[in-house]
Every structure is written in C-alpha cells, then in structure tokens.
C-alpha cells in the first residue's frame, strides 16, 4: 500500500476518533443525568420551602415570643389610626355605662341649667354633648405618655393569652366557644377607666366592671389553626435549616457548581420575592373582608406592624440571594466577569505601585500574605458567614454591608499580596 494512501486513512481514522470523542464528551453520561436531576429536584424543593421557612420563623420568633410581640406592636401606641380606634371604642363602652342623671345629680340645682346650656352648645342633645365630652377625653389619654403603658401590659396579656388558646397550653383570658377565640378587653377598658378619672372624667369612676368580647379568630375549624400553630412553632427553627440544606446539597450533587450556585441563589431570592408580593396582596383582601365597624386605616397599621420583622426578613433573603448569584457569576470564566476581576486587580495594583513609590513597605507581612492567599480568603468568607449567622434579626442592609466588608478586606490582602513596583528592578541590579 502506497504511503500516501497509508497516510490517508490514518488522518481519517483519527479524525473519526476525534469525532467518537466529542460526541461521548457531549453525551452526558447516566450516572451525571441522575446527579443533575437530583440535584434540581433537591434544589427546588429547597426554594419551595424558603418561603414557608420565613414564616415558620417569623411564627416561632415574633407570634410565640410574648416579649418580641410587644416590642413589635408597641410603636402602635403612636400610631394616629390606632389611637382613634381606641378612642372610639372607648367612648362607645363608657358611654353605655354613663347616666346621665347620675352626671347632674353632683351639680346644684341652680347651676343645672347653666351646664346643660355649656354641654349643649358642644353640638345636638346633651348625650351627644357628653359623648363628644368622653371622646375629647379617650383622646387625650391614648395621645398621652401613659397610655404607651396601657397599650403595652394589655397586648402582653392578649398575646399571651392568644399563645395559650391557639397551642392549648394553660387558662387565660381568652376562650375558644363555638369556632371563636374571644378576648375579655375588661382589663384594658379598666386601665382607660382610671386615666379618663385622672383626667377630669369623674363620673366615670361610678361605672362598674366591663366585660367586652372581642374576636380575635373565627373559624369553622379552629382545630386546624391550633394545628398549624404548634406545627409552625415547631418548625420555626428547623424549616429553614432544612431548605439550605436541601439547597446546598442540591449544589454538591451537580456536575456545574457555579452556574447551579447561581440558579440556586436567584431561585431562592425569586422564592422570597413572590412570598413578599403574597403579603402585600393579602393586605389587600384582608382589609376588604373586614366589617364597616373596623377602622381599617387601624386595621393597616396593625396589619403591618405585625409582619414588619416578616417583610424585613424577605427583603434580606432576596438580597442575600442576589449577592450570592453576584459572586458565583462574578468568580466565573464569562467574558464580563474576566474583565471585571482584571479591572479589579489593576486598580489594586496601581495602587500598590503608587504606595511603593511612595515609600511604603508591607515588610515581611507581604510575603506571607502572598504565600497563604488562598487561606486567608476563605478564612475572610468563613467569618464574614459567622458574623451572618450570628446576627440577631439580620437585614437586606446587613447582607450588603457584609459584602461591602468582605470586598474591602478582599482588596486588602490583594494589596498585600501584591509583587513590589520594584521587585523587578531589584532583582536586575541583583543580577
């Protein structure tokens, strides 16, 4: 066989090799596809349960924490809606309560008229006169200092009694008859009494106790709510242990880490993102299912002072996401990514040459910064996780501020690590 013929089906046979090859190399193998689809389906079950995690969080942690409930809704105390409600409401049950034969019975007889006249030029009849009288008053204590006390010891007690009634555990105030958990606001109505009397209301001092109902819950099931609650109370801290983990080793599992750290992180910051816009819908149908006699600027105000911790923690999520999608798509081969980490480490090693020129030296701190780099990255990201963990309640600021930290300490050590401007030049004058 002539040489050139010899030479011709070598060059074919390896070309048809080559083609073998890359298409065994493009053809994942069945043990890499089962990887990448245990790997997605442990992902997305991990994004699914980020949301539920949040809440089971906020449920454990703010709905069965009494201390951290009253620290939540006591800037309520303030709110101007709030304090209307409560004026109102308390006008309506001192008012049930008030005679007004007993109001003019303390007055002398000759001086009746006199303050019938001076009540009725308030507007209408006389009762409507002393009701704007009491309103004034139940005004002027819920805008008082005092009634920041008020506000605080009784929703320490209907929380406390709520926690009670939803998990089963122990007597309070509240009672579940018929489907319905009801409050007894007669411990609160008897605070606002004694201030109304401080403040110039005597009368009120002669009505008797009052026992006020207040739905707190209506169900057809209340055994469910109870479920649900001890169920979220007991996977408040676990739930979302478990989607991280299930995320994590979603991300172990798969054959391209980064670009599945990357998915994963904007999956679970969209999973946050849509229960963020479910709150904000469910404001919505929350208001309009509530009756006419529910003021529901009030009802807003306590709507949101409720799940603010709530909210807080779906906007760190999201961002926390987002960071992370950030530094996985950043440390990677794209083209934009390349030139944003070599833009990065010009602008360190211009001002490495400026210090140098400038007489500054890192001594021998450079040398052993250069030589344990990697370590000391991954030590920098270890503490910067620690600090994370460790914080109490951390915020969409803290994440940032976190990252803006570690970006600063990762251009430290860059300048550290840095060669010399004139590493070279010493090293010829050397030779």
């Given amino acids: 066989m002539p040489d050139d013929e010899k030479q011709d089906e070598l060059a074919a046979l390896r070309a048809r090799v080559a083609a073998l090859e890359g298409e065994a190399a493009a053809r994942p193998a069945p043990r890499h596809r089962g990887r990448s689809f245990l790997a997605a389906v442990l992902i997305v079950i991990g994004c699914l349960l980020v949301p539920l995690g949040i809440v089971a969080a906020w449920t454990s942690d703010i709905v069965g924490d009494t201390d951290r409930y009253v620290s939540t809704v006591a800037p309520l105390a303030s709110d101007a809606d709030v304090q209307a409600a409560v004026a109102n409401r308390v006008t309506g049950a001192v008012m049930e309560h008030i005679d007004l034969e007993d109001l003019l019975e303390g007055v002398a007889p000759e001086q009746r008229p006199l303050l019938a006249k001076a009540l009725g030029k308030l507007g209408g009849s006389l009762e409507s006169a002393v009701s704007s009288f009491v309103h004034d008053k139940a005004q002027d204590v819920v805008a008082s200092d005092a009634f920041e006390t008020v506000w605080t010891d009784a929703n320490r007690a209907v929380h406390t009694s709520v926690v009670r009634a939803l998990t089963g555990s122990g007597d309070g105030a509240v009672q579940i008859n018929n489907d319905t958990v009801t409050v007894d606001l007669a411990p609160v109505i008897e605070r606002v009494k004694e201030r109304l009397v401080d403040s110039g209301l005597t009368v009120a001092g002669k009505i008797p106790e009052i026992h006020t109902d207040f739905t707190v819950v209506k169900s057809e099931d209340i055994g469910k709510v109870k479920t649900g609650f001890r169920l979220l109370q007991v996977m408040g801290l676990w739930l979302p242990v478990l989607a991280v983990l299930l995320v994590v080793a979603g991300v172990l599992l798969s054959t391209h880490r980064r670009r ?172």
């Avoid at 779906?314 to 833009?343: D, F, I, Y």
């Avoid at 400026?354 to 030589?371: E, I, M, N, S």
């Fill in 260 to 431: 599945t750290v990357i998915a994963s992180a904007i999956g679970v910051a969209v999973a946050a993102l849509v229960l963020g816009i479910a709150l904000t819908v469910f404001r919505t149908v929350y208001l309009n299912a509530l009756p006419d006699t529910v003021s529901q600027p009030a009802a807003g105000s306590v709507y949101d002072a409720l799940i603010h911790f709530l909210r807080t923690t779906v906007r760190m999520v999201v961002t926390l996401g987002l960071v992370v999608a950030l530094a996985a798509w950043l440390t990677g081969p794209s083209r934009p990514a390349v030139v944003t980490r070599r833009m990065w480490n010009s602008g360190i090693d211009a001002t490495r040459t400026a210090a140098d020129r400038a007489g500054l030296r890192t001594g021998p701190v450079g040398p052993f910064v250069r030589r344990y780099r990697t370590w000391i990255t991954w030590i920098l990201v270890a503490l910067a996780i620690l600090v994370y963990v460790l914080w109490d309640h951390p915020t969409a600021w803290v994440v940032v501020g976190l990252a803006l930290a570690l970006l600063f300490a990762f251009a430290v050590v860059g300048f550290l690590a840095a060669e010399p401007a004139d590493a070279d030049e010493e090293a010829s004058v050397r030779t």
